[in-house]
Structure formats: structure tokens, C-alpha cells
């Protein structure tokens, strides 16, 4: 079975500094798809940026973007320029078979400070 | 853009009842899923449908079912709601998985 797993529940960062998180996971697919999401206190999931694991660039959407170790099966988020918009949980999740189900991780809560 | 609402953003039982807790996608996806949140566990699928009248189950589907009569309506049923049942639940849709998903908003749920 695929797994997720993101080993930090908590992180800070001031405003306008830079913040990696860290995700892993483990998978017997050959060809997957790997997200990262975002969820503010509004509650709305929102879709921060995607990669496809057969593509060997990373994924980079403006401040966001994502070191992807296939080998070692790693996933990291890096946020640049943090704002406090930035606030939120982040949940890494993976696309297992049959490419319709995400696995979600534990999720990490970034607190943004001025 | 695509929207998927959800009916209620909170909402209590009482245990025993039955609820439903009830989704809407307007753009024609085929695939829907309802899942929970909870602290330190993340989102864990409960069911998901990728078509009318389908339902597959999920990785914790026990004391849920599910119906899916219209395509843009996704149900989810807690037959006789339990205090371990109180969560955040969040439902979505995708036309396919390699795209990524579009969340409602959520609703909490509280079994008293």
C-alpha cells in the first residue's frame, strides 16, 4: 500500500524568509503523481503545486517550489519569500493505482510571523 | 471554476441518529470522494464514486455507505452516528486523478 509520511506536525518561519517541508513516501507504482496542498483556516483544500514522477525537473508554480529525490523517494516543499498568507496546514499526498485515489500525509502547520 | 459545496459547514447529532452530510460538484466530474480529517492522521478516504450508481470502498468505510443517484450529488451516510464519528469532513471531485482534486470547504461534525 502507498503511505505518506510527513515528519514535521509544526513549523515557523518569519515573513519573508525561506521554508522547506518535508514529505516522504512509498510507492510500488512505476509512474505516479505527487501534490502538494494547502488548507488555511477557511478550511478550502487548495492545489499548490503538482509533479509527475517520470518528469525529472522540478515542479515550480511563482514561490513555491519542489525538490523531488526519486530515489530516495522524498517530496519537499519549498516556500520562498513567506508570507503570512502563507499560514496554513500542508498536506503532501501521492496518486496510487489506478490513478484516482490520493494518500494524504499527516499534514504540517506552517505559522508565517511578521 | 470549478465549485464543489458542501450543504453544512457545522453540524451536530446526536448518537444513534442517522446523518447525511451531502456534496455537489458542478462540472460534470466523474470521480467523487468523501474523506475525514483529523488531527495527526491527516485525510483518510472513507469512499469514492467514479460514476453513477458506483461506489468503491475506501481505507476506513466502516459505519459509512454511501449514494450516488445524479452525477453531481455525492452523498455520505453515517447510518447510526457514534461519538468516534465526530471529525472535519471534506469531500471532492476530479474528471481525473492526475490533475489533482477540488475540495469543498468541509464540514465539521460534532456526535454528541
Known amino acids: 500500500a502507498q503511505t505518506v509520511t510527513q515528519s514535521q506536525p509544526e513549523m515557523s518561519v518569519q515573513e519573508a524568509e525561506t521554508v522547506t517541508l518535508s514529505c516522504t513516501y512509498d510507492?510500488?507504482?512505476?509512474?505516479?503523481?505527487l501534490f502538494w496542498y494547502k488548507q488555511p483556516p477557511s478550511r478550502q483544500m487548495i492545489l499548490v503545486i503538482r509533479?509527475?514522477?517520470?518528469?525529472?525537473q522540478n515542479a515550480t508554480e511563482n514561490r513555491f517550489s519542489v525538490n523531488f529525490q526519486k530515489a530516495a523517494k522524498s517530496f519537499s516543499l519549498k516556500i520562498s519569500d513567506s508570507q503570512l498568507g502563507d499560514t496554513a496546514m500542508y498536506f503532501c499526498a501521492s496518486l496510487s493505482g489506478g490513478y484516482n485515489k490520493l494518500i494524504f500525509g499527516a499534514g504540517t502547520r506552517l505559522a508565517v510571523h511578521p | 471554476d470549478v465549485k464543489v459545496t458542501q450543504s453544512s459547514r457545522y453540524l451536530v447529532k446526536r448518537t444513534g441518529e442517522k446523518v447525511f452530510l451531502e456534496c455537489v460538484q458542478d462540472?460534470?466530474?466523474?470521480?467523487m470522494f468523501w474523506y475525514r480529517q483529523d488531527p495527526g492522521l491527516g485525510l483518510r478516504l472513507i469512499y469514492f464514486?467514479?460514476?453513477?450508481?458506483?461506489?468503491e470502498k475506501g481505507d476506513i468505510p466502516e459505519g459509512y455507505s454511501v449514494s450516488r443517484e445524479k452525477k453531481e450529488r455525492f452523498s455520505l451516510i453515517l447510518e447510526s452516528a457514534s461519538t468516534n464519528q465526530t471529525s472535519m469532513y471534506l469531500c471532492a471531485s476530479s474528471p481525473t486523478g492526475v490533475l489533482g482534486y477540488t475540495f469543498g470547504s468541509g464540514t465539521r461534525l460534532t456526535v454528541v
Open positions: 509533479q509527475e514522477a517520470y518528469k525529472q
Open positions: 462540472m460534470d466530474h466523474e470521480n
Open positions: 464514486s467514479y460514476d453513477v450508481k458506483m461506489k
Open positions: 510507492t510500488s507504482e512505476s509512474n505516479y503523481y
